[in-house]
């Protein structure tokens, strides 16, 4: 493997992609383990190696004596043509092993656009992309990540998924994987039998999927006696500590930085946020516990910056004297702290100023929409006041800049709605103009709104792309103002999104056409190659604008229908019917528990849920009083 290595490397761009040996990366006995999992993300480098997901897992399995875990990225163009070129099948960075040598391969997916990517990497591994085609003796692919709460367009490919926190569920996997190999197992059908019987793990191949005549599905019906109905997501109570020795690259990644997961799950209820609702409930790391683990991380690898991550961070109970602590501990040092996904208050401001030790380059805040019609529409009911209250406060305060994201295509959304973005960012500009003078910078940031499985909106419609050029238009010509930065997601690739997102299996042939007919990277706009698309789609019988532009009734059978995700169904259809009303749902974490699921299963979801109005009125008053209420 070393010397075609040694050929190829110096013919491709960063050839540290694909070297390993990086500090604090793991190498273990090949011989001596039992269980050898290749972790794969289908991305570049760069993309994958900012994944804290695939970070935690590495060092999860790695931690047990019996087992290795191993990293493989997907090869940018120029590398899987050398690969191909001289032969070389794709292998893990730390052994440099094939990944066909592998007894699992693990995927993440992180979003739609890295399928093709996928079948990149079994291709290049020497292995059939279908999973029928694969034999007994080849490695079992397995795939777990944020998309897989709709796993089906990928399902002709992977043996089975893990759906939900993998965190207890994988190595109960792993242990009864090396049981069955021990026992002499060999038959991959008779494995995938036993794993189907956990919780989260969902085989395709033991689902049988019929369709009405006008294409939508009729049923998701298990073919076989261990596989259940639904596959409820697997969910971990407490979070489990953070590996403190993560791997440091040779090269700058895009996230190049300690990242520090904070809080999973979100209870703010935002309409359109798959993971919001995906990922529920909350579950908070304690102070001591962040601290100590960035006080780890930072002396392991030599970082100077560190990042607080969560669906949103400004929620986290004790966030205010996480981010005093750590202001104070690291007032001596040249350690730069930031705090991601902050809510839209002022609240907010004094937390980022309490860690930015005097850097002020800028602040980002989500508005989403421009009016308070369509804030409340999609159950983000800040109000106007107070994101005008939040800049004037940070300008104020020494920031230049603020970056503002918004999204066109919402439901409902209306030309008016569209102004309305304009009118706000022209009075976030003058505020800063009033207090920064020229310095002042508002950058804005446009994405075209996706409709995702299980989320409120999911049976909504995508807005098509003459819809949106016409509104990006309205954005354009309203904001030719200096200081004023505007960029925008194009709508093709968002197209492709809503397709994959809301797909059902027979997208499977699709996604394996456009492969065969060369879209890799379809997340990057420079390789994205829409026409394959719609060739392959066609060649297939099919048409992405179906999947991507239709509006679902609320009674159609959806392609996900058979994963459960913890939030009722019948909770996101009367949420629904709210937006159209125009009705806000209050956040369980300040107000009421409205009743979504999970108050069934989980704590503190059960303690709201019975708690009295008094013991209500004061969760609220208290959250009220700390600043942390809605906005």
Same mark, same amino acid.
């Given at each position: ?54 970070? @935690? ?14 990293? &493989? ?16 099948? =794709? ?28 079948? !990149? @990497? ?147 209820? /935002? ?34 910056? &560190?990042?607080?991550?969560?669906? +949103? ?30 809510? &839209? ?161 027979? =997208? ?23 026409? =394959? ?45 709210? +937006? ?7 956040? /369980?974490?300040?107000?009421? /528990?409205?009743? /979504? ?14 708690? !009295? ?19």
């Amino acid at each position: 493997m070393l010397q075609p290595l040694d050929r190829i490397l110096p013919r491709v761009q960063k050839p540290a992609r694909y070297t390993g040996g990086e500090f604090n990366s793991i190498v273990k006995d090949w011989e001596r383990v039992a269980v050898k999992v290749a972790l794969a993300f289908p991305d570049v480098y760069e993309v994958g190696m900012s994944n804290l997901g695939l970070g @935690i897992i590495y060092h999860l399995v790695n931690a047990r004596e019996g087992w290795l875990a191993e990293r &493989v990225y997907a090869p940018w163009p120029d590398m899987e043509a050398e690969l191909r070129r001289v032969g070389l099948p =794709l292998y893990a960075l730390e052994s440099r092993r094939p990944l066909a040598d592998f007894d699992l391969i693990c995927f993440s997916f992180a979003y739609e656009q890295c399928f093709t990517n996928a079948l !990149t @990497i079994l291709d290049l591994a020497g292995l059939p992309l279908r999973a029928v085609e694969r034999g007994d003796d080849a490695p079992l692919v397995m795939a777990g990540g944020p998309s897989t709460v709709n796993p089906e367009p990928m399902s002709p490919f992977v043996d089975l998924f893990l759906i939900g926190d993998a965190e207890e569920a994988l190595p109960e996997l792993l242990e009864r994987y090396e049981g069955w190999r021990a026992a002499g197992g060999h038959e991959k059908v008779e494995f995938l039998r036993q794993a189907a019987r956990m919780r989260g793990v969902y085989v395709p191949r033991f689902y049988d999927v019929t369709y009405h005549p006008d294409g939508t599905v009729a049923a998701i019906t298990p073919n076989e006696p261990a596989a259940p109905p639904k596959v409820r997501r697997t969910v971990v109570r407490a979070l489990p500590p953070l590996p403190v020795k993560p791997i440091v690259p040779f090269l700058e990644t895009v996230h190049d930085r300690v990242a520090v997961e904070v809080m999973r799950g979100c209870t703010r209820g /935002c309409r359109f946020c798959q993971p919001g609702m995906a990922t529920r409930p909350v579950r908070e790391r304690s102070t001591d516990e962040i601290l100590e683990t960035i006080d780890a991380m930072l002396r392991n690898t030599g970082y100077d910056e &560190v990042t607080l991550l969560s669906l +949103s961070t400004s929620d986290h109970s004790t966030i205010d004297e996480v981010a005093t602590r750590l202001a104070e501990r690291y007032a001596d040092q040249h350690i730069q702290i930031s705090l991601s996904s902050l809510r &839209v208050d002022s609240f907010s401001v004094k937390l980022a100023e309490a860690v930015s030790k005097g850097k002020k380059s800028g602040l980002t805040f989500a508005p989403e929409a421009g009016t308070q019609r369509l804030r409340d529409v999609i159950n983000k009911p800040l109000t106007e006041e107070d994101l005008l209250r939040s800049v004037e406060t940070a300008f104020q305060r020494g920031w230049n800049g603020v970056k503002l994201y918004f999204m066109v295509g919402l439901p409902t959304e209306t030309d008016e709605d569209v102004e309305g973005i304009v009118t706000l960012i022209r009075k976030v500009h003058a505020l800063g103009k009033h207090y920064r003078g020229h310095r002042a910078e508002v950058r804005v940031t446009i994405s075209t709104f996706v409709p995702k499985p299980h989320t409120p909106f999911q049976w909504a419609a995508q807005a098509e792309p003459d819809e949106i050029a016409r509104k990006i238009k309205i954005l354009q010509d309203g904001l030719r103002v200096p200081g004023v930065k505007l960029s925008w997601h194009d709508a093709g690739d968002s197209r492709l999104e809503a397709a994959l997102s809301r797909g059902d299996r027979r =997208l499977g042939e699709v996604i394996e056409r456009a492969f065969r007919k060369g879209a890799r990277f379809d997340a990057w706009g420079e390789q994205f190659k829409p026409a =394959l698309w719609d060739e392959a789609a066609a060649e297939c019988g099919l048409d992405l604008s179906w999947y991507a532009y239709r509006r679902r009734p609320l009674d159609e059978t959806l392609p996900w229908s058979h994963i459960d995700s913890g939030v009722a169904e019948a909770f996101l259809r009367w949420d629904y019917r709210r +937006s159209v009303r125009e009705e806000t749902t209050p956040d /369980c974490h300040y107000d009421v /528990c409205s009743a /979504c699921g999970l108050h069934k299963t989980f704590e503190p979801c059960t303690t709201l849920f019975n708690a !009295t109005v008094e013991e209500r009125v004061a969760v609220r008053k208290a959250a009220l009083a700390a600043g942390r209420g809605r906005g």
